[in-house]
Structures are given as structure tokens and as C-alpha cells.
């Protein structure tokens, strides 16, 4: 877990995507929408994508992307995103983890 540890570890909003997956598209999208400025892993661009989603699979994100880290926490997939943003959650996390400001 390692290489995701320290891929997250100084950035306040980081997703893990693929470049031809619409829902990382989508998640990308939601959260710039906000204002913010995710660092952005493409896992079919990197050298070591195979190995970073091999970790995010270990920690149970299914699919594999987008993955969302906020504040160097796992928070999920698209599912999970979608669903903070419904409740009006998403923002107040991205604030708190200094993702956005007002």
C-alpha cells in the first residue's frame, strides 16, 4: 500500500482514473466544478498504474477507479462522491481539507 500511501500523502484531493473511463470523467468534472484542483493519477499513463490499482483493489475499492482520496483519507468510488454530493456532503469535505476555498 505503500506507492498509494505516498502518491496521496501531500495532496489534498487526489483520484486515482483511467483515461477512458467515463465516471472518473465524471468525478473529475464534479470536483473542479467546485473549484478544485485534484491531482489526478491516470493508472493507464503511469509506469506503475498496474501496481497502483492492484493496492486500490487491496483496499477494497471496486472498480478500481475513480478513487477518491480527501485529505489523504479513502473515501471512495463514484457511488460513494455521488452520494456525498446528493446529502451536500462533497463540499464541506472538500473545504475541511483545504481542496477548495470560500
Known amino acids: 500500500m505503500?506507492?498509494?500511501?505516498?502518491?496521496v500523502a501531500d495532496n489534498p484531493l487526489v483520484i486515482f482514473s483511467k483515461t477512458s473511463c467515463s465516471?472518473?470523467?465524471?468525478?473529475?468534472?464534479?470536483?473542479?466544478?467546485?473549484?478544485?484542483?485534484?491531482?489526478?493519477?491516470?493508472?493507464?499513463?503511469?509506469?506503475?498504474?498496474?501496481?497502483v490499482e492492484q493496492e486500490l483493489l487491496g483496499l477494497g475499492c471496486t472498480p478500481s477507479v475513480a478513487v477518491v482520496f480527501i485529505g489523504k483519507k479513502l473515501v471512495g468510488g463514484p457511488n460513494e462522491i455521488m452520494s456525498l454530493n446528493v446529502r451536500s456532503?462533497?463540499?464541506?469535505?472538500?473545504i475541511e481539507a483545504k481542496a477548495i476555498w470560500l
Not at 505503500?2 to 502518491?7: A, E, I, N, P, R
Not at 470523467?25 to 498504474?49: C, M, Q, V, W
Not at 456532503?89 to 472538500?94: F, G, H, Q, S, V
Open 23 to 51: 465516471m472518473s470523467h465524471s468525478i473529475k468534472s464534479l470536483t473542479r466544478n467546485f473549484g478544485a484542483n485534484p491531482t489526478i493519477y491516470e493508472l493507464d499513463e503511469i509506469s506503475n498504474g498496474e501496481q
Open 2 to 7: 505503500s506507492s498509494v500511501k505516498g502518491l
Open 89 to 94: 456532503r462533497l463540499k464541506p469535505l472538500l
